[in-house]
């Protein structure tokens, strides 16, 4: 009997990529806002982030072991940085106990429940982070006020946001460079947009990830409140468009969020799509409902529509043909 040649699909070229070295690219990329929240959240910053991975880790590792009881994927760094961006959405001064059960949805449920790493249909962390904003409010809207280096935690002075300060009409804006450095109140991860920025230029550099997602989000939302204020007022502005880009966690959930792999479209045309409708619904939701933030329900609604995305919006398949005329 012949023996048979079995050929795998295209491509076959190895590009040396892996999960770790992706995961651990985009921990690196996140550096430089952690050190900010460190600067102007202190103990506290430290303290939830560090909870936070710790527990997000230790309940991949009992899942798979004690109920899944398969591999021990841990090392692979994506429980590690679900735990990081869990963190990044969290207020500063947000008690320890609520950070664990933060962690333990966002895992147990945003993620092991689908079948781990690859199977998840929406984001891990939004899902923990939504999950604690519905169940406990007035805790992850507290938000700590930030200093330089300071060494309290529970004990925090809190104010406002800047979101909430435009919601509300009330309250002195902060100035752009306070905005850009990070000094304003707001979820640990999401203050300086200069960090997110210089994250976002690395992903791009090391093609962790491409400018599509990040740069329709942001574009969307710039459109959107430079017609409705431009509407209002009878003036061309763009003061207050600029301040619902660089305030609230747009830039976060933008550049690190929305960007992850598995729940996000697969070719250009549906990566701009996507970011297109969570640049709507965050402006809508900014807009018009009673909450001044939207992205985490932006992206996870978009979330659930990238299956119909990715079915309408194929990437080009290698070795296809295409016809003339």
């Known amino acids: 009997m012949l023996k048979q040649l079995i050929v795998s699909p295209s491509p076959h070229i190895h590009s040396g990529d892996s999960i770790e070295k992706k995961m651990y690219g985009v921990f690196v990329a996140l550096i430089p806002a952690f050190l ?8 506290g910053a430290l303290i939830v982030t560090a909870v936070s991975i710790a527990s997000c880790v230790l309940f991949e590792f009992l899942i798979q072991k004690f109920l899944i009881k398969g591999k021990i994927t841990i090392f692979d ?4 940085l679900t735990g990081l961006l ?13 950070v664990v059960i933060g962690a333990s949805v966002a895992i147990g449920i945003g993620k092991m429940s689908f079948g781990g790493l690859g199977n998840n249909i929406f984001n891990p962390a939004l899902v923990g982070r939504v999950f604690l904003l519905i169940s406990f409010p007035a805790q992850m809207t507290t938000w700590p006020e930030p200093g330089f280096f300071p060494v ?39 203050v300086s947009a200069i960090a997110l920025i210089l994250g976002f230029v690395y992903m791009l550099w090391k093609k962790i990830i491409t400018w599509h997602i990040p740069v329709s989000i942001v574009g969307t ?27 609230g966690g747009l830039l976060l ?16 045309k549906g990566m701009l799509i996507y970011g297109f409708g969570i640049g709507i619904l965050t402006s809508v939701i900014r807009r018009y409902g009673s909450y ?14 990238t299956p119909l995305i ?15 005329g």
């Open 36 to 43: 900010v929240s460190l600067l102007y959240f202190g103990l």
């Open 77 to 80: 760094g994506s429980a590690i």
């Open 86 to 98: 869990l963190a990044f959405n969290l207020p500063s001064n947000l008690p320890v106990w609520i």
């Open 152 to 190: 309290t935690y529970a004990d925090a002075t809190t104010g406002a946001t800047t979101l909430a300060m435009m919601k509300a009409h009330f309250g002195v804006l902060p100035s752009f460079v306070s905005m850009t450095l990070g000094k304003m109140g707001g979820s640990l991860g999401e």
């Open 221 to 247: 939302v710039f459109i959107f409140f430079t017609i409705v204020i431009s509407a209002h007022t009878g003036e061309f502005a763009v003061k207050f468009p600029l301040y619902q880009v660089f305030s």
């Open 253 to 268: 959930g933008a550049i690190f969020m929305a960007t992850d792999y598995v729940t996000s479209p697969m070719s250009k």
């Open 292 to 305: 001044p933030e939207g992205v985490s329900f932006a992206v996870l609604i978009m979330n659930a529509l």
């Open 310 to 324: 990715n079915t309408y919006f194929k990437p080009k398949r290698f070795g296809e043909v295409v016809k003339n």
